[in-house]
Structures are given as structure tokens and as C-alpha cells.
């Protein structure tokens, strides 16, 4: 499904890397949207405002999505399909029933069979709360009609390429259970989640515990036992990656803005021990840059001192923290910092700019000219490894004109730009090299003359 919307966005807007990303940052905006609304039905209307600029300084969120791939549009779709159930619950319209049944076709086009992980775990409160749902017109037609696109995809792709490569997308759903190539141990996520989401996962689990004194039980639900549940079955898969986890970022920012309300609250009898808290952590964090940085404040993004001027801005916000007596300025000094500190990130482009040496030898004056006006064909073997695979995504973006696809040398194209395997011997029809820059190994662009296939 990401190819397609990729393909479309760069049909309407151009061959462009920018393009090829609008699908995952429109998908990020619908995200902050729906997380925002659904935390007004899940936590109420004060302080909602909070909820989205936390998602928003999550590094696990901020970083998917700066990246051209499905798990972002598939973020989307499982929080419009929640903000349905939420609604119906509220407002008693059918309409939203709609909304319930439509995104799973997509997202499972999307992502295939991982569409699974998020139906199971908010399978039994549909079954407690909302069983006749399952079964209702509106749920079962606009399911059937989301799943349309699939059906179809499904069976074009069984006539062009036979059953035994459809058949694959299940094959993958094992291999992902079962891999030892992306093992971890079971924990994994226990760790890595809360690495991931700092410091909005030490708010997030104050959230959790104020949730689990005062919220009703069909919003603990919601806001605690769907994350977990999705926890412990994404950790049954052998194969762990941490995108996998970008699913549970809405939950662990309305959680933080729970804990970040709870946190800052003047009438607490505990608020001068989180005051005590909070001067420990920015001390830390002050310290830490001006360790990290040797004294030197100067910002550079290839190196230690961006970090340690993060640090700085997160700990000097936090100490602001100290002399507010409003629980409004409160929360915004606690905000404040992690928000400044992801601009910058952003800024210096170490989001933004995954592989800045690849980028810079694709900008040569004279590969770039030829990038742009020529039609260029691909030597492609059978089989590539991930490495190779990695790369030639990424020179088929800045590639703008693609010419066709061949398997072997005898079939290249007469006076024809090739993209062609390193190993790949040129040296018997005397292929003339034009680019053969380490940054695109295994890759190297050459030009195919009419005399030398002779």
C-alpha cells in the first residue's frame, strides 16, 4: 500500500525524495489530529492541548514520521478506527460505525497480517462492551467495502504473478514469529520502549497509576490494559524492531499528559517532593551537556555538542519549573524544554538527513544532470541482500526517468545509462564507468555503447 501513495504522491508532485515522504507526514498530521480527539474523550477537554505536543516531542514518533514507510499511514488508520469506536460510545450514531469497520482493508494493504496485533488487543473490550457492534449492518458493509482495494489488489496480483508469490505475505507473518535474524529477548519492549519515549514515559507511568485511581473502567481499558495487551503480543514475535512500538505512542502521550497534570498539580501534599524531583533532573541534565561538551557550547550536528545543548535546554527549562506557581506555567515548563530540543534536532538534520554522504555524491553536478535528463536502466540480479536492496531504493528515488529492468548483461540496452552491480565484470564488453562512487556501493553507474555489445 506505501508504494502506492508513494507513487501517487510523486506522480502528482514529482520524482522527488520529498514526495516520496508526503504519504508519512500527512499520515503524521492525521495522527496528531485524531490523538488529540481522542484524548478529549478519553481525559476531558482541559489541558488536551498537552496531549498532541507530547506525541509530537516522542522521539519514536518524530522519527517515523521523517521516514518514507508504512508504519506512520498505519498509525493513522488504527486511530481513525478508535476514534469511531469512542465516538459511538458517546454520541450513539451509526456513522461512526463506519469509521469502525473501513480502515482494515487499508491498513492491512498496508501492512499485511500485523493488522492482527492491534484487532486482538482491543478484541475483548469490544466483546465485553460492544458486542452486538461485531455483528451490526453498518460495521459489516463498510468493513466489507474497506476491503475491496485488497480483494481486488489480491486478485490482480494472483493473475500476474501466480499464487505461490501471494502466498508469500503469510510465509513473511511466520518468519516474523519465528526469525532469529531480528531476535530479542522477550523484554525487549519493556526497555526500549521507555528509552524511546523519554521523558514522556516516566509522566506517562505517573498517568498510568493516576488512571487507575479515578478513570471509569471502560476508559482504563483504553488507556492500560489495550497498550499492555499490545505489548505482550507484539513480544511473542521473535522478530523485534522498535517501529514495531510506534502503535502505542498516542497511549503513552495521553498517559504523560495525565501524569504531567498530576505531576504539576499545587494542591498535591507530594508537590514539593516533585519539586525536589524536577531540581534533581535538571541538575543532571546541566551537568551532563557540560560534560558531554567539555565546556563548548557550540551546536554541531556531526558530533557530541548538539547533544549536550539539548541537555542543556531541557535541564534550564526544568529549572524554570522550580519558580512557577500556576499549574498552566507548570506544565509549560516542563514541555517547553523537550519541544525547543526536538526543533533542534530537526534543525541540525539529524532526523532529517539519514545519510548526508549519500546525498551529497548524488548532488554532483555532472551524476545529477544525467539523474535528470536521461532514461536509466537497472541491472538487477535475482537476488540481492538487504545492503544492496537498502541502497537501490534509494538511488531509484533520485533517479527521475527509470528505463527497464534486465537480469543479466546480455540484455542491456544499447546507448543506455546503466545502474548495474559492482561485482558484475564490465571489463569483456568494455562498459564505460561514469560513477562509481563508494557512497552507492554495490552500485555503480555506467554507459552502455552500441560497439562495445556488438
Known sequence: GIQWLIALSQSIFGRTVTSAHLPSLVSAFIAIILTFK????????????????????????????????????LLALELLGLYGLLNYEVYKKRIWLVCMGIWIGPAILLKSFMVILPILSISPYLFYYHRKIIFSREFLVSLSFGCVPLALWIFLSIYHYGFDNVSLLVTKLIDLSTSDLYAEPFYYYIYNIPLLTFPWSLFALLGVYTSFRKNIKSKKFILLVYPLLFIFFLSLFK?????????????IAINANIGVQEFCNLKSNKFYKRKIIVIFLASLFIISSIYLCFFNMTINSDGKNIWSFILFVIGASWFYFIFQKRQKN??????IGPYIAFL?????????????????AMEDQHLSQILQTSKIDFLIPESLDNNSFSKLVKISLYTSLHGDIVNDISGLNTNSFVWIPSNIDINPINLRIVNASKEFSPWRLVYSESSNLE
Open 330 to 335: 507548570l506544565i509549560l515548563s516542563i514541555l
Open 38 to 73: 481522542i484524548g478529549q474523550l478519553l481525559i476531558g477537554d482541559q489541558y488536551s492541548w498537552v496531549t498532541p505536543t507530547i506525541l509530537c516531542t516522542t522521539f519514536l514518533w518524530l522519527d517515523n514520521a521523517h521516514l518514507a514507510t508504512q508504519d506512520m499511514p
Open 239 to 251: 522478530t523485534k524492531a522498535p517501529y514495531y512500538a510506534l502503535q502505542l505512542t498516542p497511549f
Open 344 to 360: 533542534i534536532l530537526i534543525q541540525s538534520t539529524v532526523l532529517t538527513d539519514r545519510d548526508p554522504h549519500f546525498r551529497i
